[in-house]
């Protein structure tokens, strides 16, 4: 149990962007309303000449009066190219006359050419922090900053770019030893290897945090000359030659034993990265000599050693001991991690500061996913072990775990195996009941449409993977999600129809059915027309419904399918046609007598059937006797609906010129007859029976003067929807035309009395609602209207599936 007005405020503050972020993005959306377009691009004044042109001939300036202060500048670059838009065009924002930058972080530069790079001579840095520079342009990183920067640089982040040219490489480690006040290194995910740690090991005397984790280094020994400076050491997943195996294990060992000041040691790797061979041992034992020299590195506050399985508790307790100031110990992928000192508080060893990573735990899972975001074997485990933990059913509305999966689901878009995980984790953490409680909060709300849009792309990216589809239709398939979400309904029909026609499950079936038949009820009526047209989604709905009318079945999936065909034929005269192309008629007219005692399906049948009387040409192919008089039976029918929707069919019919009754056998006037008696035999029903996507099918029958008794069942329907929804419908039936044609009827002459009566009544309800109340609002109201008849009750149906 939990209280969601709690955990509403609890989780408020995290899920929403920062006013910093709001008022970056508006400088960005008016951003040319205060700069103008140069073409000297030439002014950047690149460090060399270049043969190439820049991909732009033009460039952006702000105004001689705009000045951003330093913290603004800073945030607004970074900004920028987080949304892949700092290129040569936009960075000539950035120089020294309008902006101040001191600590640069272009988190994506691959979109910068070379001229782009004479902004970094502008500015006298103290920290940079650049990723993805192309290869071509690596060099000019370093070549272009200026005196000051070089003298002054203390933080240098070039991780993840690519040093791949080797003949500018000897130009890039000159420049590198040329910054002697650097403290900071971070060369992460290069081709740095052990020769250039070795220059620079030399020739950076201040260095005390350098980062080397998934690089070319495989000899560590240079580091010999950092044992009283180095503070902090990344070097995970380093795959280290072990030549003179014993010899060379004991060397490294006291390499790292011997960095007295060493506060923060990552030497963690992921197994599945490492071959099956001598290496994998080797690093074992390796990291045992961490473990085991209890009395080494005594300043630690980090160590992480996530990837070894076989790391001995007793060994690791007396470590811990060792070592009071721990604060972090990275066990990712180790057993150890599920060990009674990091979960019960009763053990004489438990460190309730103490955070670790691993798979014990939701809270190592979820420390886990937030240190390990670049590791991809790592966020699989936790992915899967979380599936686990949310299987229990017993997380609650935990919306910063969503955020979190959501979070690799987009990073990692590409691998599969990730994409199947997280979308299993998404179906467990948004079944709960939980979401019916926020309906009305914004941040869940755009949490939630999120969660739909990724797997709506997991779905597109993987269309023949059957579980990543299953999961996804699970995660879909909420009636809150469904009805309240904001999102792109016509992709999701779409996506969902595709994997519908892919997998012959039943499951899978039932679940595409649910969605589409919600799903389809709110999307335009070009857009059910381009999907009901399909002839490929049309045959395979047809080919449900046969299925279970061979069986005589009556479940969720057969009412789904039918509600489905329903709604993609409203007002849709081309998916009327395709279904009667793929023989839909035929197997109506079979059900219409098969099922004459199933409210429920009759109900959809004849909502069909509605929609293909609605069309003027296509109306002869409900002229069949036994088509007829199976309509005629249901339009005496005790149940109201039934009644309704069969005398809907006889209203359209007969709305046609007398002449064109063409139904052998069956009076015409007699139908008549009994379409009049079937309407004045009706009270009002007490719920609503069916929406309305628009009106305009009405206006042939409101003027059909000729059978009064099509116009009397259309004014009984706008009547039956006005009671029931009067502030959804008021404006659709203004903007129209139906409320002038309703006042035609109240004055002509023309008009049957039992029209007018009826009408009257409308129109009098219409202007005392109009008084009452305020209707400015009401368009954002009536563009969510349902088609649907099952609005009220396709929410149970939904949860019985699940």
């Known amino acids: 149990m939990f209280q969601p007005h709690k955990c509403k405020l609890k989780m408020e503050n995290k899920h929403l962007p920062s006013l910093s972020d709001l008022c970056l993005k508006s ?431 997991a779905m597109e990216l993987f269309p023949s993977c059957f579980q990543l589809q299953k999961n996804a239709l699970l995660t879909l398939c909420n009636d809150s999600i469904l009805q309240e979400t904001k999102m792109d309904r016509f992709r999701c029909a779409k996506l969902v129809l595709n994997t519908f026609c892919q997998f012959n499950s039943e499951d899978t079936e039932r679940l595409c059915v649910a969605i589409s038949s919600v799903v389809a009820s709110k999307i335009s009526s070009k857009e059910t027309t381009e999907i009901g047209s399909n002839r490929l989604y049309m045959n395979k709905l047809l080919t449900i419904v046969k299925q279970k009318l061979r069986n005589l079945t009556v479940d969720s999936t057969l009412g789904f399918a039918l509600s489905t065909l329903w709604n993609l034929s409203d007002e849709s005269p081309c998916t009327c046609s395709v279904f009667l192309i793929e023989g839909g008629m035929e197997l109506f007219t079979k059900m219409l007598r098969e099922y004459s005692n199933s409210e429920s399906v009759l109900t959809k049948i004849l909502g069909l059937l509605n929609n293909i009387a609605e069309v003027h040409t296509l109306r002869y192919s409900l002229m069949k006797k036994e088509i007829i008089n199976s309509i005629r039976l249901l339009l005496h029918s005790h149940s109201i609906e039934i009644s309704y929707f069969s005398a809907g069919v006889f209203a359209h019919l007969l709305s046609n010129d007398v002449n064109d009754w063409s139904v052998h056998g069956v009076s015409r006037h007699l139908v008549v007859q009994e379409l009049e008696t079937a309407i004045l035999s009706w009270k009002q029903a007490d719920k609503e029976m069916v929406a309305y996507r628009s009106f305009n099918p009405f206006l042939p029958l409101l003027r059909c003067y000729a059978t009064y008794q099509a116009q009397l069942w259309a004014v009984w329907a706008i009547q039956h929807v006005l009671t029931a929804h009067a502030v959804r419908y008021y404006e659709m039936l203004t903007a129209e035309g139906i409320c002038d044609v309703l006042e035609e009827l109240a004055c002509s002459p023309y008009t049957n009395i039992l029209v007018r009566q009826r009408t009257v009544v409308i129109l009098d309800q219409l202007k005392k609602d109009k008084k009452e109340k305020s209707f400015t609002w009401l368009r954002f109201i009536s563009a969510q209207t349902p088609v649907s008849s099952e609005v009220d009750t396709r929410s149970k149906e939904l949860k019985t599936i699940l």
Request: proline share 3%.
């Open 27 to 457: 400088i960005y959306e008016k951003v040319k309303s205060y700069a103008e377009q140069m073409k000297d691009a030439e002014s950047l004044e690149p460090p060399f000449k270049f043969k190439n042109p820049p991909f732009h001939s033009s460039r952006l300036e702000f105004k001689s009066y705009v000045f951003l202060p330093e913290y603004v500048s800073e945030k607004l670059i970074t900004f920028l190219s987080t949304c892949g838009v700092l290129n040569d065009y936009t960075v000539s924002l950035f120089n020294q006359e309008n902006t101040r930058i001191r600590h640069l972080k272009i988190p994506d530069a691959s979109y910068l050419n070379y001229w782009s790079f004479g902004i970094l001579k502008m500015h006298n840095l103290k920290e940079l922090e650049i990723h993805k520079v192309h290869a071509s342009f690596f060099y000019l990183v370093i070549e272009s900053l200026n005196e000051w920067t070089l003298n002054n640089l203390e933080i240098l982040n070039i991780s993840s770019c690519s040093l791949v040219e080797t003949y500018k490489m000897c130009s890039v480690l000159l420049n590198l030893t040329k910054l002697k006040n650097l403290k900071e290194l971070d060369v992460s995910n290069t081709e740095f290897n052990f020769h250039n740690l070795d220059v620079i090991v030399e020739d950076l005397p201040n260095l005390e945090s350098l980062n080397i984790s998934h690089t070319r280094v495989d000899n560590i020994t240079p580091l010999k000359k950092y044992t009283k400076r180095l503070k902090r050491l990344m070097m995970a997943n380093l795959r280290l030659s072990y030549g003179n195996f014993a010899s060379n294990v004991e060397t490294y060992n006291d390499v790292l034993l011997n960095l007295t000041e060493l506060r923060y040691l990552d030497i963690s790797f992921e197994r599945n990265n490492v071959p099956f061979d001598l290496l994998a041992t080797s690093e074992q034992k390796y990291i045992f000599r961490i473990i085991e020299s209890s009395d080494k590195l005594p300043n630690l506050i980090s160590l992480d050693i996530s990837g070894q399985e076989e790391i001995n508790e007793a060994l690791l307790v007396v470590f811990l001991r060792k070592h009071p100031n721990l604060k972090f110990l990275g066990l990712m992928s180790s057993d150890v991690c599920k060990s009674d000192i990091f979960s019960n508080p009763l053990n004489a060893d438990y460190r309730p500061g103490l955070e670790v990573t691993g798979t014990g735990s939701l809270q190592q899972i979820i420390l886990s996913m937030k240190l390990y975001e670049q590791r991809h074997i790592y966020i699989q485990k936790c992915l899967y072990n979380l599936y686990t933990f949310s299987e229990r059913g017993n997380l609650g509305p935990r919306l910063d775990i969503i955020e979190l999966v959501i979070k690799h689901m987009r990073s990692y878009r590409n691998e599969l195996s990730i994409q199947i995980a997280s979308t299993a984790c998404l179906y467990n953490l948004t079944k709960c009941g939980w979401l019916e409680n926020y309906k009305t909060d914004n941040i869940s709300q755009i949490l939630m449409s999120e969660v739909v849009e990724l797997t709506l792309n």
